[in-house]
């Protein structure tokens, strides 16, 4: 997201005076702003809240670690053929379902606290999904290659079409790098059930074997329910940022 502000700057100044006075306008700039200033708010709100949930997590030990877990979560789903992984960094984790291997970050690999037993069954929750062929990862892994064209030339485009547009050439280009945006805004919301579904599968489990009784369910929930929501913010955060290019090209479109 932050790439897409030297744009925003850009359009402010060449054209607030021509909206400045019409606030009411829903392609004005002053609408934008507050459209992008709240989704923004909402990420660093949910991001912190989740930083926090986690952290006060990880103090609540539990006798198995995030390894442990994600290997008998996986054995119990009778999957066999996908090797658990221990990763650099903090918040790191994540399925790949290419090399079928689940990557947990090296706090929750080694640790045995609430918030790593989590995580790593929410990871084996995306492996359970790709083994049962779950119709919404399918489709996300689908988009991947598109997704991964479009987001690298979205920014690029967009920027040389409006400045194009702006110049009084045609919105083509604008729009092409529109699309492009839009590519990447569907791929945040396809995620959505994704990531919801692995954390319903990995609560599941835990309820059913009987874990619950050594990791905290509604701890282990709250902190699913707050990691998710970070993907919500995120495809709502994409959406302001669609939201805002249409307005820009339009509102351009009808003054030239």
């Known amino acids: 997201m932050n790439t897409a502000f030297p744009l925003i700057a850009q359009l402010y100044y060449t054209d607030y005076n021509s909206y400045a006075g019409a606030p009411a306008d829903m392609s004005g700039l002053p609408w934008g702003w507050i459209l992008i200033g709240l989704s923004m708010l909402a990420s660093v709100v949910v991001s912190s809240v989740m930083k926090s949930r986690m952290q006060s997590y990880s103090e609540l030990p539990i006798p198995l670690s995030g390894r442990d877990i994600a290997e008998r979560m996986l054995q119990e789903n009778g999957i066999y053929d996908v090797r658990v992984l221990s990763t650099p960094g903090r918040l790191t984790d994540h399925y790949n379902p290419a090399d079928k291997t689940i990557n947990l970050s090296e706090m929750v690999y080694g640790s045995r606290t609430v918030s790593a037993a989590a995580v790593a069954a929410h990871e084996c929750g995306h492996a359970v999904q790709h083994a049962q062929a779950y ?21 690029i485009v967009l920027v040389f079409g409006i400045l194009l547009l702006l110049a009084g050439s045609s919105p083509t280009v604008a729009w092409i790098g529109l699309g492009l945006f839009a590519m990447t805004t569907l791929f945040a919301f396809v995620t959505l059930p994704v990531e919801f579904d692995a954390s319903r599968r990995a609560l599941a489990w835990i309820q059913r074997t009987g874990l619950s009784a050594t990791v905290d369910y509604a701890k282990a929930r709250n902190a699913l329910f707050w990691a998710a929501m970070t993907y919500v913010v995120g495809a709502l955060s994409s959406l302001a940022m669609l939201l805002y290019y249409a307005m820009r090209i339009m509102a351009a479109t009808r003054r030239d």
């Open 135 to 155: 119709h919404w990862l399918s489709l996300r892994s689908a988009l991947v290659p598109v997704v991964n064209v479009s987001s690298h030339l979205a920014q």
